[in-house]
């Protein structure tokens, strides 16, 4: 039992391992569920109440294999203790735990860079299983077994809002294939003979990993970014886990999919406005997309003309700072929409909804922010005199 930082709550919490992971859930006041999550942050717990049960183990795999295995049925028993408390409130019973097994673990060769050339799958022997070649960009996609017998193929429909993807197997549609929109996770879900698969991104990760269920059951997980959480190893593609051999050819359509839609992100710059901010100019949006290329980031920010003092609650002067080093953070606030997206995701994980803007979010999880100074008219128009302002600036 322990507290965070970041909820009111007393929680439960399996953790932190040798590698400072853990997960955790608190219940509300009525007694249901309140939160599930999995997080790096050890620096998030405020007080341990208890001893741990069962201290973490030291070894997470003798080799490259059992080492994400491990990484994957994190995944699956959140997955578990989620399902189980829920079965508990309702009727009083724990779900038996099984333990998974993965039968094997699959990576791409280093010719995948995301651009549709050709590449392979291969075993953790490094022999190759499937052939896979791709466009574009991504509008067809095949999978071959090693007679380069077609075994699967993905096709991307073209004009819609949402990324929608059409599957067949051996010839014959398997299954549609599209993404819904959520706030703090990527989802895909579609209706195959077999009943209803879906794809989800988890949110409280490090990296872009997806989990692969098939009426509720993981069938197997793609792992992205895996060089920050094995030492010394260095991914520059995804890693597939196959729990069910069979689904092997549809989990790698999916992992280059996701491959696909996670290098759209890395492409985008996203900037964020304050709708009472209306005397914006075009130099300063183009200043703003530049400097988030230049620099990673762009937060709008104006000259101080007053000199800014910080106080104590009795008002007694705390600090003084040097009017040169100091700007009021305005907008646009802006960033590369992979870096904004991942920040959400981890307060949304964490369940911290206080901050006051994107600018201040960012810095709290470590990103570098830069400032892109803007005229003095970038003004909020929130009270009476604001509009006397803007009268007199147009």
């Known amino acids: 039992?322990?507290?965070?930082?970041?909820?009111?709550?007393?929680?439960?919490?399996?953790?932190?391992?040798?590698?400072?992971?853990?997960?955790?859930?608190?219940?509300n006041k009525k007694g249901n569920i309140g939160y599930i999550g999995y997080s790096f942050l050890t620096d998030t717990i405020k007080e341990k109440l208890t001893e741990p049960y069962i201290y973490p183990q030291e070894q997470l795999g003798a080799d490259l294999a059992q080492h994400l295995c491990y990484h994957s049925d994190v995944f699956l028993f959140q997955t578990w203790l989620k399902d189980s408390i829920e079965n508990f409130i309702k009727t009083g019973e724990i779900l038996p735990f099984v333990q998974s097994k993965p039968s094997q673990v699959y990576t791409f060769t280093e010719d995948f860079k995301l651009t549709g050339q050709h590449f392979s799958l291969c075993d953790q022997n490094e022999e190759v299983i499937y052939e896979v070649d791709g466009t574009v960009p991504l509008i067809n996609l095949y999978i071959y077994d090693k007679e380069h017998t077609e075994i699967f193929r993905?096709?991307?429909?073209?004009?819609?809002?949402?990324?929608?993807?059409?599957?067949y197997y051996k010839g014959?549609?398997?299954?549609?294939?599209?993404?819904?929109?959520?706030l703090i996770r990527d989802k895909f879900k579609m209706q195959v003979k077999e009943g209803t698969?879906?794809?989800?991104?988890?949110?409280?990760?490090?990296?872009?990993?997806y989990t692969v269920a098939l009426n509720g059951r993981m069938i197997g997980a793609i792992m992205d970014d895996l060089n920050l959480t094995i030492h010394n190893l260095i991914f520059d593609n995804a890693v597939v886990i196959a729990y069910d051999d069979k689904y092997l050819p549809l989990l790698t359509a999916m992992a280059v999919m996701v491959a696909r839609e996670i290098a759209r992100d890395e492409e985008n710059i996203v900037l964020i406005h304050d709708g009472v901010r209306p005397l914006i100019n075009e130099e300063l949006i183009k200043r703003n997309i530049q400097d988030v290329k230049d620099y990673g980031s762009s937060i709008?920010?104006?000259?101080?003309?007053?000199?800014?003092?910080?106080?104590?609650?009795?008002?007694?002067?705390?600090?003084?700072?040097?009017?040169?080093?100091?700007?009021?953070?305005?907008?646009?606030?802006?960033?590369?929409?992979?870096?904004i997206l991942s920040a959400h995701k981890k307060a949304m994980n964490e369940q911290s909804f206080n901050f006051i803007d994107s600018c201040s979010m960012m810095k709290y999880y470590g990103y570098k922010l830069h400032m892109t100074d803007g005229p003095y008219e970038n003004i909020k128009i929130t009270t009476p005199d604001d509009f006397y302002m803007m009268r007199a600036v147009l």
Do not use: M
């Open 1 to 27: 039992l322990g507290k965070f930082y970041t909820s009111p709550y007393t929680s439960l919490i399996f953790g932190p391992d040798s590698n400072g992971q853990f997960i955790y859930f608190w219940l």
């Open 154 to 167: 993905l096709t991307k429909e073209i004009g819609h809002a949402l990324a929608t993807y059409h599957f």
């Open 172 to 182: 014959e549609l398997y299954g549609t294939l599209e993404k819904q929109f959520a």
């Open 197 to 209: 698969l879906e794809l989800t991104e988890y949110a409280g990760s490090i990296g872009n990993n």
């Open 300 to 339: 709008t920010s104006g000259i101080v003309k007053e000199t800014i003092v910080e106080i104590y609650d009795n008002n007694d002067i705390k600090l003084v700072p040097d009017r040169a080093h100091s700007r009021v953070a305005k907008a646009p606030q802006c960033f590369w929409l992979k870096d």
